[in-house]
């Protein structure tokens, strides 16, 4: 009996404990939720009640992508960096998920696009959706400074991106739009853009295709 109160009791502090951490800032909850795992902070409770600790994500991590923490925010910003096209630095849109300006590669963040030569279907009709995920990029771009905030490249060297034209966002466009999918492998950012575009049936979910990731497995 005594080791059962005792257990509890320590359930009862970790519970406490980890409310008493818990935050409150909208942008860390975000972080936080799009974590696909159990253990994103070290305040986080595994599956059997125990704190995660030098377990969990935000302690292993070497680049900062799990914010936790107020000073978390402080961190990021002085981590970001900005790269804009303008007179000096050329912008070519190279497919539905990806641009150059000048000589930097920048990947979007958060989404992935159909390859250029990849097909979907239609209507029964095959047509090269990869391309015409690139032109819509290219329509969203409009011969406008596109502007792309990074913390990091990826295992290509490339920028990884979010990306905005006059403040808005064109990575959430692509996925809002139906010509790319919300990347779920590396975060959930941009899932509920995705939702919408499915149910109405935009871009290539008015037809069938195949994933992207899927796509180049096989090809």
């Known amino acids: 009996m005594c080791k059962f109160i005792t257990k509890f009791l320590i359930f009862l502090f970790l519970i406490i404990s980890c409310e008493e951490q818990y935050p409150t800032n909208d942008i860390i909850l975000k972080s936080i939720n799009s974590y696909p795992g159990v253990c994103p902070c070290p305040f986080?409770?595994?599956?059997?009640?125990?704190?995660?600790?030098?377990?969990?994500?935000?302690?292993?991590?070497?680049?900062?992508?799990?914010?936790?923490?107020?000073?978390?925010?402080?961190?990021?910003?002085?981590?970001?960096?900005?790269?804009?096209s303008d007179?000096?630095?050329?912008?070519?849109?190279?497919?539905?998920?990806?641009?150059?300006?000048?000589?930097?590669?920048?990947?979007?963040?958060?989404?992935?696009?159909?390859?250029?030569?990849?097909?979907?279907?239609?209507?029964?009709?095959?047509?090269?959706?990869g391309v015409d995920s690139k032109n819509f990029l290219k329509y969203l771009v409009n011969d406008s400074d596109v502007e792309c905030k990074y913390k990091e490249l990826d295992r290509y060297n490339r920028i990884l991106g979010m990306c905005f034209v006059n403040g808005v966002n064109i990575n959430e466009l692509m996925v809002e739009n139906g010509w790319a999918l919300a990347y779920r492998k590396y975060n959930k950012i941009f899932v509920d853009n995705e939702s919408n575009a499915e149910k109405e049936s935009r871009g290539i979910w008015s037809g069938d295709f195949e994933k992207p990731w899927n796509w180049r497995k096989s090809n």
């Open 44 to 84: 986080s409770v595994k599956n059997n009640g125990a704190l995660c600790g030098d377990s969990s994500a935000y302690s292993r991590q070497k680049v900062l992508k799990v914010l936790c923490y107020e000073t978390d925010l402080v961190n990021l910003k002085n981590l970001i960096k900005v790269i804009s």
């Open 87 to 129: 007179f000096s630095n050329t912008l070519e849109i190279t497919d539905g998920d990806s641009l150059k300006i000048g000589k930097n590669r920048i990947r979007l963040q958060g989404i992935d696009a159909p390859e250029l030569k990849q097909k979907c279907v239609k209507e029964k009709q095959e047509y090269n959706c």
